[in-house]
Nanobody
Framework: QVQLQESGPGLVKPSQTLSLTCTVS??????????WNWIRQAPGKGLEGIAY???????GVSPSLKSRTSISKDTSKNQFTLQLSSVTPEDTAVYYC????????????WGQGTQVTVSS
């Protein structure tokens, strides 16, 4: 059973960089052909994919966020991290990390989500 837990600040000031870490338990982020995703949901909006990193260190970033987004993983800690720079109030959202099997199988486990508010 794969479990994911997000951690990071709940409040970030505009222009700062948001850093969020997802800790994975019950499975290795490198052992299987899985993809590890960051997704967010802003108030009144649907789910928005941000970025992913694969078991093979392949990565993908949403075109709308690419210039501000980086994703990485630390295999020794079984964690992966999102960095979103130059944040604005429009980045206020609940941020989730999630396990993705692939196009056929779809998503597996999700974290509970963490609220991030961008405000001065």
């Amino acid at each position: 059973q794969v479990q994911l837990q997000e951690s990071g600040p709940g409040l970030v000031k505009p222009s700062q960089t948001l850093s969020l870490t997802c800790t994975v338990s019950g499975g290795s982020i490198t052992a299987n052909k899985y993809y590890w995703n960051w997704i967010r949901q802003a108030p009144g909006k649907g789910l928005e994919g941000i970025a992913y990193i694969g078991y093979d260190e392949s990565t993908g970033v949403s075109p709308s966020l690419k210039s501000r987004t980086s994703i990485s993983k630390d295999t020794s800690k079984n964690q992966f991290t999102l960095q979103l720079s130059s944040v604005t109030p429009e980045d206020t959202a609940v941020y989730y990390c999630a396990h993705y099997y692939g196009a056929v199988e779809g998503f597996g486990s999700w974290g509970q989500g963490t609220q991030v508010t961008v405000s001065s």
